[in-house]
């Protein structure tokens, strides 16, 4: 990838502030995702974010596999998370950019899958431009969709060190070296904000620029 938007699910973990300072060292914009239950334990964490010019997207209230929820349960994790998100940008005093989505583990309902965009799209949801990723399979999986889904995953979820990220990371080392701008998946709960560190400074040191990922929003 020349040009890779970072976007980090599953956030505030206790540790979003020290990972935040790692990004605003490298200069490296984000958009966290963020769960419900997370707002609301560490709403200040949250806050450090946006203060620090980084983007909030909603991420559910629970984190649970949407084929699992029905239409009225997927309708109020998205309010509940919503509200919450609110208070944190009115706390902050910065001005919401706009409604962003992702279904956690890329669920996107199954049966449900319809009655969901359509409630997205009701709620006022938007989706990165498809026509600035260049993926045909992106476009035609996800164009018309109101959630973000990805296009690089280096499954840091399943590595407890910089080694094992490596070796996530040589296993993509095709699309890594693609001349394609990525959506990349990253997750903020379960990773140390060194692991954040080594994994950013792995894509710099390839020479990957990295862009606000608000800056995909139709």
């Known amino acids: 990838m020349t040009t890779a938007y970072l976007t980090i699910d599953d956030a505030p973990s206790p540790t979003l502030p020290e ?43 629970s984190h649970a596999h949407a084929s699992d929820l029905s239409v009225k349960t997927f ?21 919401r950019p706009a409604k962003l989505f992702r279904f956690p583990f890329g669920d996107k309902g199954g049966e449900h899958a319809t009655a969901f965009q359509d409630r997205l799209a009701a709620g006022g949801f938007v989706s990165p431009d498809p026509d600035l990723i260049d993926y045909e399979w992106y476009r035609e999986d996800h164009g018309t969709d109101r959630d973000w889904f990805w296009t690089v995953d280096v499954a840091d979820w399943t590595v407890d060190s910089p080694a094992e990220l490596d070796t996530e990371l040589a296993a993509s080392a095709d699309r890594l070296e693609s001349s394609a701008a990525d959506i990349v998946l990253f997750h903020d709960a379960g990773n140390a904000p060194e692991l954040v560190a080594h994994f950013v400074d792995r894509l710099l040191e390839r020479g990957v620029e990295f862009e606000d990922p608000v800056s995909l929003v139709v």
Do not use: I, K, Q
């Not at 990004?23 to 620090?52: I, K, M, N, Q, S």
């Not at 309708?75 to 001005?95: F, I, K, N, Q, W």
């Open 75 to 95: 309708r109020e994790e998205l309010e509940r998370t919503e509200v919450l998100l609110e208070d944190v940008y009115d706390a902050a005093g910065v001005s």
């Open 19 to 61: 990972t935040v300072a790692v990004l605003e060292d490298r200069e490296v914009p984000a958009l966290f995702f963020c769960e419900g239950r997370r707002l609301a334990e560490y709403p200040d964490h949250a806050r450090t974010a946006l203060e620090a010019d980084f983007h909030l997207g909603n991420h559910t209230h």
